[in-house]
């Protein structure tokens, strides 16, 4: 926790997008309410239907003129909880460290990016990794965080291996594909829409299974659409409006993700076109999923995982029940 109030100082000072800590927006050209926007990472295909709102003027159309910037060094969290963005992307699991207690920053997630967690373990095809179990005696690249390295354990134990012959390295990895072939590492974390469906353009090989598949527990929000609380609390219609978009925005994503991708590449001409077109074909059916509609977040799926995390001491305060999120700034289906 010291940690994130250090980040979230050092974001108060280190940028000037708006006031610091006042979460409200400003006006931008033509009338238009400003909106920033920062991203957890680089542009990829979990961040689409927003350049699709903002290439299509769905933005526009609200009222709203957004800007999308890159994330600090420590990611979107800090900047949007001083003020600095009124929105970001975030994960129900990084967020945990700050959903309770007095420290807990001003944030909400607002919208599910994606309904289900598609994150889950990869490896070389045909080497036992296929299941948790196989990873006794594998080198699994880690970033020695508490809750990853406890959902790892759990994973691997109700398979019925043992976690203490996982052998942990610490992860340098930053091209999923290069490190397998390798052979530095074994096993690696990754998000299937993205690195996953990297290794097949490829053409390489490989094992995966998906934590949502070993614990119903796992099954969290990973990415989601967080929002500054000052500014939810001043300015409710205006998080609606832009929530309105991005949902029109994605929504033009799962009906044509061809055209999606395009948008996105476009906008991000360094991205390599042909994983950016498969993830988007592979992300159209995930976006809502088996949603009622984008952006829903289920009160017990999101509560499933932080009492979980409050059951296993994962967290420096017990999470409450409904804590960190919100539906009420969505739009109707």
């Not at 159309?61 to 600090?72: M, N, S, T, W, Y």
């Not at 390798?182 to 299937?192: E, L, P, T």
């Not at 952006?295 to 995390?309: E, M, Q, T, V």
Request: glycine letters at 10%; proline letters at 5%; hydrophobic letters at 40%.
């Amino acid at each position: 926790m010291k940690k994130i109030t250090a980040v979230l100082t050092a974001g108060c000072l280190a940028l000037s997008l708006t006031a610091c800590g006042s979460g409200g927006a400003s006006s931008g050209k033509s009338g238009l309410e400003k909106i920033t926007f920062v991203l957890d990472w680089t542009p990829n295909t979990n961040h689409t239907g927003l350049y699709v709102a903002q290439e299509k003027g769905y933005f526009e159309d609200e009222g709203l003129e957004v800007e999308i910037v890159q994330p600090p060094e420590d990611g979107a969290d800090a900047l949007v909880a001083s003020g600095k963005a009124q929105f970001g992307i975030s994960f129900q699991d990084t967020m945990a460290p700050g959903v309770s207690g007095e420290d807990a920053l001003p944030t909400t997630a607002v919208a599910a990016v994606v309904q289900h967690n598609t994150s889950g373990i990869i490896s070389r095809k045909g080497e036992g990794m296929d299941r948790p179990k196989g990873l006794e005696g594998k080198k699994y690249a880690t970033w020695d965080a508490p809750i990853e390295k406890a959902m790892l354990q759990n994973v691997v134990e109700e398979d019925g291996g043992d976690f203490s012959k996982v052998e942990l390295v610490p992860s340098t990895v930053t091209d999923e594909v290069s490190a397998l072939k390798s052979g530095s590492v074994d096993a690696i974390w990754i998000f299937y829409a993205w690195a996953g469906i990297a290794t097949e353009v490829a053409g390489l090989e490989t094992d995966y299974f998906a934590f949502k598949d070993r614990n119903p527990a796992f099954d969290y929000y990973t990415p989601v659409i967080i929002g500054n609380n000052d500014f939810l609390k001043e300015e409710p219609e205006t998080a609606k409006k832009f929530l309105n978009a991005v949902k029109k925005g994605y929504e033009d994503a799962i009906e044509d993700p061809d055209q999606a991708a395009g948008i996105l590449c476009e906008a991000s001409p360094e991205l390599d076109k042909e994983l950016v077109k498969a993830s988007q074909e592979y992300l159209a059916d995930q976006y809502i999923a088996d949603a009622d509609r984008w952006g829903y977040i289920d009160p017990d799926r999101w509560n499933l995982f932080y009492s979980w995390l409050n059951e296993n001491g994962l967290t420096e305060n017990e999470i409450p029940k409904d804590a960190g999120f919100s539906n009420d700034y969505l739009p109707e289906a």
